[in-house]
């Protein structure tokens, strides 16, 4: 049973230039979750996906977009890349289905995608 | 908005005494607090969660305590070890079918064991 898996495991970019990450959930998994991790700091909510569609989005801008396919895997799009962009982006995972039961409200991370922005 | 608030940012304690961080946290419809330990360059991983209708949880040398009229919740963690060394999260959500689930986190606390 594979976990939360994200590619790729490093980026380097330049200022305004655009970047595609990915995640594909845990299996059995229907709802995915990005968040955005500066050097020393918490993660910060960016979006969630689930039944392919944005259902809530934090304080990030427009540049930050994403998308969930059918088999709930989803894509993180940036566009127009900015030094304060560079950052670890993490990836989770859970299952709507299972609210209300034991592990119903867990989310399960990926190992993250480190992005940096030269 | 929604905030969660940790304390203290850096805590050192000798190998084999206590550790405490504490949180609070401003949506009272949070009904759902994780804690996550980071290791350098991984990820976040659960160590412990309680839900609001519970008021203490422990698994081993971890404990965690939640005062929902406060929005106070803390971890406790006895008999430290050195690989205890990492920063921990507190966290804050309210999953539910029909809603989306965004954890908010706290700034962290590095905890560092001396032996």
């Known amino acids: 049973d594979a976990g939360v898996t994200q590619s790729p495991t490093h980026l380097i970019k330049t200022r305004g230039q655009q970047v595609t990450l990915r995640c594909s959930p845990k299996?059995?998994?229907?709802?995915v979750s990005w968040y955005q991790q500066a050097l020393g700091q918490g993660p910060q909510f960016i979006f969630q996906?689930?039944?392919?569609?944005?259902?809530q989005r934090g304080n990030f801008p427009d540049r930050f977009s994403g998308h969930q396919f059918p088999n709930y895997s989803s894509e993180l799009n940036v566009n127009a890349l900015l030094l304060g962009d560079s950052a670890l982006y993490l990836c989770?995972?859970?299952?709507?289905?299972?609210?209300?039961?034991?592990?119903?409200?867990?989310?399960?991370f990926g190992p993250g995608t480190r992005l940096t922005v030269l | 908005g929604e905030n969660v608030e940790q304390h203290p940012s850096t805590l050192s304690v000798q190998e084999g005494d206590s550790a405490v961080i504490k949180c609070t946290y401003s949506?009272?419809?949070?009904?759902?607090f994780p804690w996550y330990k980071q290791e350098l360059g991984k990820r976040p991983q659960l160590i412990i969660d309680?839900?609001?209708?519970?008021g203490e949880k422990k698994d081993q040398r971890i404990a965690v305590t939640l005062n929902k009229t406060a929005k106070h919740f803390s971890l406790h963690i006895t008999e430290t070890q050195p690989e205890d060394s990492a920063v921990y999260f507190c966290?804050?959500?309210?999953?539910?079918?029909?809603?989306?689930?965004?954890?908010?986190f706290g700034s962290g606390t590095r905890l560092s064991i001396r032996p």
């Open positions: 989770a995972s859970s299952d709507r289905g299972a609210v209300g039961l034991a592990l119903g409200y867990e989310q399960f």
């Open positions: 299996s059995g998994h229907d709802t």
């Open positions: 996906y689930y039944e392919e569609e944005e259902r």
């Open positions: 949506d009272s419809a949070s009904n759902y």
């Open positions: 309680i839900r609001s209708n519970v």
């Open positions: 966290a804050a959500s309210r999953p539910g079918y029909s809603s989306a689930s965004k954890i908010i």
